[in-house]
């Protein structure tokens, strides 16, 4: 059976409940590294118990995304799904990118490591209802249109897809994100691309292979 929780507007005071109370509701939102980082947790008197998560969210860095989403938020996320994150993370690394093992709201969100413009080659969003989505940020596109129109049908989607058409509604981004596939000429929003729903393990292998074709990793000196 498991433990009754205090309800997240409840107010931290001396002595209005047990410490143990506090920090049961601690444990079981943001886990026991990140609520034990806080120290002492009657020095936030006064403020309440959600107001301490997210203090403690914004400040507490995890050691990798396993712990970070083993926090309750994260309920909602399959283990499967989990397991893709987690995975894509690894090999992220591998391509020198990563998230700096932080989970911003719900959005996963890749920059380059050891840059202070950090430009973002992928997000992944997760969704209220629990699925997760691949985001990848691909320039130049027919300079790889062999190795795209060659790819499975779970890649080649994400590129010819139906909608999302530039109606040059802002100067500043159109034409848009304009390519060819299969003789085909796309001239799509930039906002409308390039999305992978459901991905998982079993696509990882070749999501990872179209990255690295726009993302090549440096060779070592």
Known sequence: ??????PEDTAIIWN?????????????AVGKDATDSMGDIFTHAGKTLREL????????????LTQLLAERRFNHVSEADKAFIIA?????NALGYDCGNRIGGFTVVYGKTGTKSRPCPARIYIKGFGAIVLRLYLNNVDKHREFIESAPKHIKDAFRFKGGDCKSCNTM?????????DGKTMRKCNHSVFY????SLNKLPDIVALLAKFYPPKKAK
């Open 173 to 181: 981004c159109a034409p848009g994100k304009v390519y060819t596939i």
């Open 16 to 28: 209005a409940h047990p410490l143990g109370k506090y920090r049961d509701f601690l444990y079981d």
């Open 196 to 199: 992978f729903a459901e991905p």
């Open 1 to 6: 059976m498991s433990k009754k929780l205090l």
């Open 53 to 64: 998560v997210d203090e403690i969210r914004s400040n507490y860095k995890a050691e990798n």
């Open 88 to 92: 894509f993370d690894k090999e992220m």
